[in-house]
C-alpha cells in the first residue's frame, strides 16, 4: 500500500500512510505549539481526523495536567476529546506536583509504545516541548515535601533571590514569579549540592518530529475575548469550588487567570478589573511564550487567522508523511 492523499464525499483530503512505515517502530511525531489562545488543540483535532490512521494528541501545558484545572487553563473540552484521543491531560491531583522529568518520562513512554503511528503534541508550555523535541537531560531528583513547604513558607521573592545566589544560570532563564520552576530549582541544587543548569543537556530523538507554530497579530483581542467567554461558562464558579476544596494558598491558585479571579472572590477588586488584569497578564506571558518559540528556528509558522490555515497545514503535514513514506525507513 503506497502512501495516499484523497478527498472523502465531503471534500475533506484524508491521508493513508504507506505500509512500510507501519510496520516500523520508529516513532513519528507532529508538534503544534505557540502562545495561549492561537487556536492549536482546534487545528491539531482538524488535522488529526484528516488521518486515515488512530492517532492521538498529547498534551503540553503544564497546567492542563491537573485534574478540576477546566475553564481557567483552556482545556480540551470533553466533545473535543471524544474527537480525538487525548494524553498527559487530567493526570494529577492539584496537590500533587509535576516535574518536566515526571511529564518526559511518562511522554516518552507514549511515544514509545505508539510504534509508527503519527502522534501530535500540543501546547504552549516550551519546556515541556523541548524535553521531547531535544530530549533535555533533567536531574531525575523526586520532589521533597518538606523542603518545598520550608520554601514556599518564605514566599516566590525571597526563593527566588536565593536561586539567584546559588544559580544565577537557571535564575535568568526563570520568570520572578514562576513558583514551580523556582522551587524546583532550588530544590534540585540542595539535594544534589550542585546547581541545576550544571546538570542539563540534550540527547535529541532520532525520528522525524515536524514543528508548526502558530501566531497572530490581534492575539490580544483573542485573549480579551477568551477570558470573558470563560467568565460566560463558569469560570469564576470554578475558582470559588477550588479555593473552598483546597484552600486559597494552594500553589496552582495563584497561576494565571486563577490569581486574578481569587482577588475578585476576595472583594478586593470587580470583575471587570479582575477580566482586565488576566487579559493583560496573559499577553505578557504571550510575549514572553512567543520570545521563547520564537528562538527555535526549527519551528515553520503559520498564521492562525489564516482563512486556508487548515488546508496549508495538512499540505505541510501530507508532505512530511509522504517523505516519510518515500523513505522507508
Known amino acids: 500500500m503506497d502512501s495516499i492523499a484523497k478527498r472523502s464525499r465531503n ?39 484528516r ?25 480540551p473540552t470533553p466533545e473535543e476529546r471524544q474527537l480525538v484521543p487525548h494524553e498527559l491531560i487530567d493526570i494529577c491531583d492539584p496537590t500533587e506536583t509535576l516535574t518536566v522529568a515526571d511529564y518526559q518520562e511518562r511522554a516518552r513512554s507514549i511515544i514509545r509504545k505508539s ?6 503534541l500540543v501546547g ?23 523542603l518545598r513547604f520550608q520554601l514556599e513558607s518564605i514566599g516566590q521573592a525571597q526563593c527566588y533571590a536565593m ?15 514562576d513558583q514551580v520552576r523556582t522551587l524546583r530549582a532550588l530544590e534540585v541544587f540542595y539535594v544534589t549540592g550542585k546547581p541545576i543548569s550544571t546538570q542539563q543537556g540534550e540527547d535529541p530523538p532520532t525520528y522525524p518530529i515536524l514543528q508548526i507554530g ?74 514572553r511564550q512567543r520570545t521563547w518559540f520564537r528562538a527555535d528556528d526549527s519551528i515553520e509558522w503559520f498564521d492562525s487567522n489564516d482563512s486556508e490555515l487548515i488546508d496549508r497545514v495538512w499540505a505541510r503535514v501530507v508532505g512530511f508523511l509522504s517523505s516519510r513514506s518515500n523513505s522507508k525507513v
Open 124 to 146: 504552549g508550555t516550551g519546556l515541556y516541548i523541548r524535553s521531547i523535541v531535544r530530549g533535555l537531560k533533567i536531574p531525575r531528583v523526586p520532589p521533597q515535601a518538606e
Open 51 to 75: 488521518l486515515c490512521t488512530p492517532t492521538r494528541i498529547l498534551n503540553a501545558d503544564s497546567r492542563q495536567v491537573y485534574r478540576e484545572f477546566d475553564i481557567g487553563t483552556a482545556k
Open 214 to 287: 502558530l501566531d497572530c497579530e490581534d492575539l490580544e483581542n483573542r485573549i480579551h475575548q477568551r477570558t470573558k467567554n470563560m467568565v460566560a461558562v463558569g469560570f469564576v464558579e470554578e475558582v470559588d469550588r477550588l479555593c473552598h476544596k483546597y484552600g486559597a494558598d494552594l500553589p496552582l491558585l495563584n497561576t494565571l487567570g486563577y490569581a486574578e479571579m481569587k482577588q475578585y472572590l476576595a472583594g478586593k477588586i470587580s470583575l471587570e478589573d479582575a477580566i482586565e488584569l488576566t487579559t493583560i497578564h496573559t499577553r505578557q506571558f504571550a510575549k
Open 115 to 120: 510504534g509508527s503511528l503519527p502522534l501530535f
Open 11 to 49: 471534500g475533506t483530503e484524508s491521508f493513508t500512510l504507506h505500509t512500510s512505515v507501519l510496520l516500523n517502530p520508529s516513532p513519528i511525531l507532529i508538534v503544534i505549539c505557540g502562545a495561549t489562545a492561537t487556536g492549536k488543540t482546534a487545528l491539531a483535532i482538524a488535522i488529526a481526523q
Open 163 to 177: 536561586l539567584q545566589q546559588v544559580d544565577a544560570i537557571a535564575a535568568a532563564k526563570i520568570h520572578a514569579n
